[in-house]
Structure formats: C-alpha cells, structure tokens
C-alpha cells in the first residue's frame, strides 16, 4: 500500500471545536404529559443529542408516587434507566421500577467495597410492581442522593475534564464551586454512598464531577433536571473551545492525510487482510471512519503517546479495549501486519496475566478492536456490525476526550488495574453470558447481484434473517435504493448497504467489491443473480442479442467470481452461489442464446469449485424453473415470448402452464430460490462444492444425474 506512505505536513491546523448543546425543551409538548412520561420525554431529549450522550451511555432517574399494589397505598418508587438500554431511543419500559424505602435499607446489608457484587444481587428484590428490566450497577448514584431528578451524563466535553491532570481546577473555574469533584471510584454501592455523603456536606452544588467517570446532577423537577444538565455539558464545551482556540491539537500535524478517494481505496485494500489476520471462532465484521477527529488525531505528533495510555471512560473502554493498535504506514506488508497484530495479543495477554486472578473470567479475544493508520483513519473490529461501529465511534469520542483534556492540563487514563476491573467485571462477565446465542451467518459478509429483483431481494431477505450483511448490488438505481430502504427497516441499517452496479463493466464491479471490503471489512458470500432472460428463434437471434446474454449471464458471473476471490483467499474460505436455470440442464425452444449462456455459468462454476478448494471457497449453483411472482425478468417480453413459444396465453394461464408441467405440481417462489441460496451458503453446506441444486418442483428432463 505504498499510497499510505507518510508525508510531512507544514500546515498549521486549528484544533476542532466542542459543540456546546442548547436547550430542546418544549413547554406545550411536556403540558401534556404525566409524571413518568415526563421522565422518558427528558431522557428521550438527552440521549438523542450526541453532544450530551453516547450511544447506551448515561442514566436518568425520577422519584416518583405510585399506588403500592400489595396494600393499596402510595409509596415512593424510584424509575431509573434500567440495564442495557439506550436514552435516545427507550421507552417507559426501558426504566427499572423499585422501592425507594427498600433501596435505602440496603445499607444495613452492606459489608463493604469487597462485597460490592453482592450487593447487585440485592437489587431485584426492590422491584416494584413485578417490573422485568434489570436495574444498572447506577442505581445506587441516584437512589441515595435526596433529589427528585438526577441525570448522569458522559458527554465528550465533560469526560475530557475528568480525565485531566487539571480537571478539578478547570471544574472550579468553570462553574465557580457550584459543582463537586469525586476522586475515581469504580461504579457501585460505594460510590452511592460517597457521592450522598460528599452532596450532604456541600449545600448548594447543583452537580458533582466523577473523576474518570462523568457528571452527576440534579433538579427539582424534570425540565428543572434538564436544563442544568445541558447548561452544565455546554459550560465545559465553551471553556475547552476557549482553551483550544487558535491551536493546533495533539502537538499539531506531523503527515497531511491522503484524499478521500485514496483513503477509501486503502481501507478497502487494508480491512480484508486484518480480518483475515485476526482468526478466531466466527469471522469478524469491520468498520471504517475517517472522520475529522480521527484523521487530527492519527495524523498528529502526539498519536503515539495517547494512543498507548489508552481510554478513561468505562463507557469507552469496555467497547474500545484499553488501547487500540496503531500501525506504521511505512510498514503495511503481509508480514508487517501480521507482526503487529501478534505483539498485540502478547501485550494484552500480558495485561490480563498481571492482573487476573483466580476467580476472574477466562482471557477474552486478545485482537485489538480499534486499529489507528496515519493518513488513512480509523478501524474497529467486532462480532457484529453495530458493535463495530459504535466501538469506532466510542474511540472518536476517547479522542475528543483526549483533545479536551490536553487544553488543560494532560490526558490521564485510569490505572491499568482499575481498568482491567471493569473490562473483566463478574457482572459484565454475566451479562456477556447472557447474550443470545449468535445466528447461524452471523460476522458473514454476502454480496448479491441483481438484488432489487424478485429473486435477488428473496435471497438478501433470508441471509440477512439468519444474521449475515448483505451488499446490495444492480443497476437498477431506483430499485435497488427502495430494496435498501426496506431490508434496512427489516432488519437494521448497519446490516444492509447498496452500490450500483452493472455486471458487464469491470470498474463499476470492482468499486462494488471495494465497497464491500471497506463497509464490512472482507466478504464470505457472493450469490451471482444479476440476469436477464430472452427469447427467439435461432434464425432471428441478432449477434447483438446472443452477445447479450453472454455479456449479463456468462462473463457477468466470470467478473463478480474472479473479484470474489481474493476477498475469500483472504478469508480462508467463501461460498459462491450462481443462480442458474432448469435450462442450463435442458434444451427449451426459442432461447438458444439464453439456455446456453447459462449452460457456460454452470459449467464456470464447475470450474471455480476446483480452483477454490484449496482456500476454502465452495462453488454451487442452485437452478430455478419458472419463478414468475415477483420477478422483473417475468414482467417484461420474456413473459410473452415464452407463452408464445408453447402456445398459450401469458396471463395467469402461463402460471399454470409451468406449474402443471412440474412433476410435483406447485408454483416455485423467489422465497423458495432464497432457501436453497441460504443452505449452500451456510456451513450445513460447509461439505458440497461443484453441486447443482435443482428448485423446478420437479422437471425430468433437467435432473443431473
């Protein structure tokens, strides 16, 4: 990758500015609503500004008046953002309910810091009402301060002040004594119980600062809770943008970042050969982001230094790992990376043998999550495609933490101790113990072509319902945008993506491949589908027309394979599936061009199964016969010239024609194609290479053997 070489920069850059968040409190909109649905409204308008929370981070909690349903009384219950759950997207019942009285009698039962886990088996039996969600390890921050409305916070501007040597005297500067300062304490029942001692001996703060942790804070009422919040986040983001003004950050830039264009060529060149690196049980999913805060950071004199202090925030490092891996540009060469990724893993062993001990969970996958290159940006490798994401975008807010802190004073991460306690918590340990089991595709990456076709869109449906990614390909730019729209609503944006792409053009299928190594990270499935159906007599079929279907329905499969392959090599292993025809296999009137540019796909595939089994790469094919719901093939001329080629009408008697010609009698659908797609792709077919698999409801004259 000799485009990521380093280059000197001399060009002075100003450092990137703190938003400051301001107040979306609506008055008519918060007249409507009763006590609790006030609660979801502001926990709702905090977790959906990114200046205030991150993605699952942050809590919210009211005490709250309700109807005691085992003695008819009122009795104080405390809703507070339960386990798991994300602010900006929640709903009432994302709030664990429990008993103000009992929560505050768990005191008596507390035996100290070494207990602190026990105590978290206590929570449940506050429950009010019967209610499921779990309660967080935060619970005790907000039932033992005597306020009605608490608010919990880690915005980047904050964090960047608690995690700074000069963090308390910037917090006294900036809000003039009225907010606290807690020195770091790992979250729990004692840092409940410090925090409401500190509060009580401190009247009239309106928030205290968690060192390494975040801001607490408080009001009489929600709007009340509110707005000191954002007043709060928005002071820090000022004073740090005060501080920043006019300066370079991070030292200022040592390279100038490479364009656009040559970044995206070289993550997608890069990502496949990391993926295929790291190894493990299941194949991992990439993310890739050169945003503005990454390419200031990974390009600045002081990366290296930063990067290897690691994150501060809990909330980021139990995503990010304790530190990422940073890569030399200079260096990028199969056996340079591979040395990095191993010095990596013995570090972090390393790590975890300091620090463990007998009763702690086993070492967890010992690859680095996020993966910094000067020039280019920033990588981050997960289990799933979300998680990779957010991990990236956890590590670009450690970066505005990182600049913020440096403007005043320098960046502290917490004591490695401290953060190996977090990262193998018994509870998070639970917790990941509790995750559903994996679906069958999932951490695969699959590609289809025509996919905004009936076929195409039933097969990226079924690999996406059993957990795979799934790029989008055709030409059909309007299609193929309303087929990502609706697979995206299906099953989730960060699973779906879409690139136009005409099969017969080398350069529109190669930036669609790139496009899915760089989205992804590597590819492990490619169903070739893109087609188009014809018919004539041989004495009225043009050149024109026969070199048509070679093009789509031959060479079309040859282009997407013969990009496929180095993705695969790169994998170790992939499946290819061409979406064939009964007549690859049997001669049919009036479609010679047609019948025998399949018969050249399926032949290919014969071909490619022996080239690929020696890297893991399984070549099938699954023949259709008469799939006419849903198809566009079925709603253009094809339509009619078949019905003319057997005589009969094309409306709903072509329907029965093909089915009645079946052996089994029964309509063939874009779902039933999908099915076998998914069986040949998935590892129950993980021992067939080179097979045809026939779904034509039974025709003789096609069977293979």
Not at 252 to 276: I, K, N, T
Not at 646 to 656: F, M, P, R, S, V
């Amino acid at each position: 990758m000799p485009e990521t070489t380093a280059r000197t920069s001399t060009v002075p850059q100003a450092a990137l500015q703190f938003q400051a968040p301001a107040s979306r409190w609506s008055d008519a909109e918060a007249a409507t609503l009763g006590p609790a649905q006030l609660l979801l409204y502001r926990s709702n308008l905090l977790g959906s500004d990114l200046t205030v929370t991150n993605f699952g981070g942050g809590n919210t909690s009211a005490k709250l008046t309700e109807t005691d349903p085992l003695t008819g009384e009122p009795t104080a219950v405390l809703w507070v953002k339960g386990s798991g759950g994300d602010l900006g997207s929640m709903a009432l019942d994302g709030f664990s309910t429990l008993y103000l009285d009992k929560l505050l009698g768990l005191e008596r039962l507390y035996r100290g810091v070494a207990f602190e886990d026990e105590m978290v088996g206590y929570l449940p039996h506050c429950t009010f009402d019967l209610n499921p969600r779990a309660a967080s390890i935060d619970t005790p921050l907000h039932a033992y301060l005597p306020f009605a409305h608490v608010d919990h916070v880690h915005p980047d501007a904050v964090i960047a002040l608690a995690a700074s040597s000069g963090g308390e005297a910037a917090t006294q500067e900036i809000y003039g004594g009225t907010v606290g300062w807690l020195a770091w304490k790992r979250p729990g029942f004692d840092l409940g119980l410090r925090l409401r001692d500190y509060v009580s001996s401190r009247p009239g703060l309106r928030g205290v600062m968690l060192a390494g942790h975040g801001i607490i804070c408080w009001g009489d009422d929600a709007k009340g809770c509110y707005e000191n919040t954002i007043d709060l986040v928005a002071r820090a983001a000022r004073h740090l943008n005060e501080r920043l003004a006019g300066r370079p950050a991070f030292g200022g830039p040592v390279v100038e970042p490479l364009d656009a264009a040559a970044r995206a060529a070289g993550a997608a060149r890069l990502m496949p050969r990391l993926r295929g690196m790291m190894g493990g049980e299941r194949p991992k999913l990439g993310h890739f982001s050169d945003d503005p805060e990454t390419l200031e950071f990974v390009n600045s004199r002081e990366v290296g230094r930063l990067a290897a202090i690691g994150t501060s925030c809990p909330d980021h490092f139990l995503r990010t790992k304790i530190a990422p891996l940073l890569l030399d540009p200079a260096r990028l060469e199969d056996a340079d990376l591979e040395a990095a990724l191993d010095r990596y893993r013995q570090d972090y062993a390393a790590y975890y043998r300091r620090h463990a001990g007998p009763a702690d969970p086993k070492m967890r996958d010992a690859n680095p999550v996020v993966i910094l290159l000067p020039d280019v940006g920033r990588f981050s490798f997960a289990a799933d495609k979300t998680t990779a994401r957010l991990a990236g975008e956890f590590y670009g807010n450690a970066i505005n933490v990182m600049r913020g802190a440096e403007a005043i004073g320098a960046y502290a991460g917490l004591p490695e101790s401290e953060a190996f306690a977090i990262e193998y918590w018994a509870l998070e340990e639970a917790k990941l113990q509790r995750a559903p089991k994996p679906r069958p595709l999932a951490g695969k990456v699959a590609l289809v072509t025509g996919a905004a076709g009936g076929i195409g869109g039933a097969v990226a449906a079924r690999l996406l319902a059993d957990g795979a990614c799934v790029m989008l390909t055709d030409l059909d730019a309007e299609g193929l945008e309303e087929d990502r729209q609706r697979l995206a609503a299906r099953f989730g944006a960060d699973l779906v993506r879409a690139a136009v792409c005409d099969v017969t053009k080398e350069a529109e299928i190669q930036a669609a491949f790139e496009a899915v190594a760089r989205e992804f990270g590597g590819l492990d499935i490619l169903v070739a589908n893109a087609g188009l159906a014809s018919s004539a007599p041989l004495e009225e079929t043009t050149v024109e027309l026969w070199r048509k279907n070679y093009d789509v329905l031959a060479e079309g499969y040859f282009l997407t394979s013969r990009a496929a392959f180095p993705l695969m090599r790169r994998q170790k292993n992939g499946a290819i599936v061409f979406i064939g025809s009964k007549n690859a296999l049997a001669a049919t009137p009036n479609a010679s061009a047609y019948a025998s540019a399949k018969a050249a796909a399926l032949h290919l595939a014969r071909c490619l199964a022996l080239e690929g089994a020696e890297h893991g790469i399984r070549v099938n094919v699954v023949n259709p016969d008469a799939v006419i719901r849903g198809s566009r093939i079925w709603d253009g001329e094809w339509r009619q010239e078949r019905a003319n080629a057997y005589g009969i009408d094309a409306g709903d008697e072509l329907e029965e024609f093909y089915r009645q010609r079946s052996l089994l009698k029964r309509t063939v659908l874009p779902e039933d194609i999908a099915e076998a797609v998914y069986f040949l792709a998935s590892d129950a077919a993980s021992k067939s290479t080179g097979n045809i698999l026939n779904v034509d409801a039974g025709n003789a004259q096609a069977f293979t053997r």
